[in-house]
């Protein structure tokens, strides 16, 4: 499975922006996709994460109640739609896919990783 992750930009702390990430083929019901983000000289943070099917979501502490993970089965894509962004938001942000049983929020369970969408957030 490719993955390609599309949406970042500079915007000012308050602003919304909305990541999309698209994969290559259909993403098998028992998969897990995710979120996560790196900022310079930082290790690879989760943000949020969603299985292809039911309704289970997670998200990281630092962004519970800003940002909303979803998907769209049809076109094989998911969603990052983030709110009241600050400044410490800033980062590359990944999407990742992988056949995740438990420990979604460890990048090592990932297997197939996109290339990244850089968000900045300025103050």
């Known amino acids: 499975v490719q993955l390609q992750a599309s949406g970042g930009g500079l915007v000012q702390a308050g602003d919304s922006l909305k990541l999309s990430c698209a994969a290559s083929?259909?993403?098998?019901?028992?998969?897990?996709m995710a979120w996560f983000r790196q900022a310079p000289g930082e290790e690879r943070e989760f943000v949020a994460a969603?299985?292809?099917?039911?309704?289970?979501?997670y998200y990281g502490d630092s962004v519970k109640g800003r940002f909303t993970i979803s998907r769209d089965n049809a076109k094989n894509t998911m969603y990052l739609q983030m709110n009241s962004l600050k400044p410490e938001d800033t980062a590359v942000y990944f999407c990742?896919?992988?056949?995740?049983?438990?420990?979604?929020?460890?990048?090592?369970?990932?297997?197939?990783w996109g290339q990244g969408t850089e968000v900045t957030v300025s103050s």
């Open positions: 990742a896919v992988g056949a995740v049983v438990s420990g979604e929020t460890l990048p090592r369970n990932y297997n197939n």
């Open positions: 083929t259909r993403t098998f019901s028992n998969y897990v």
């Open positions: 969603i299985r292809w099917s039911g309704s289970f979501t």
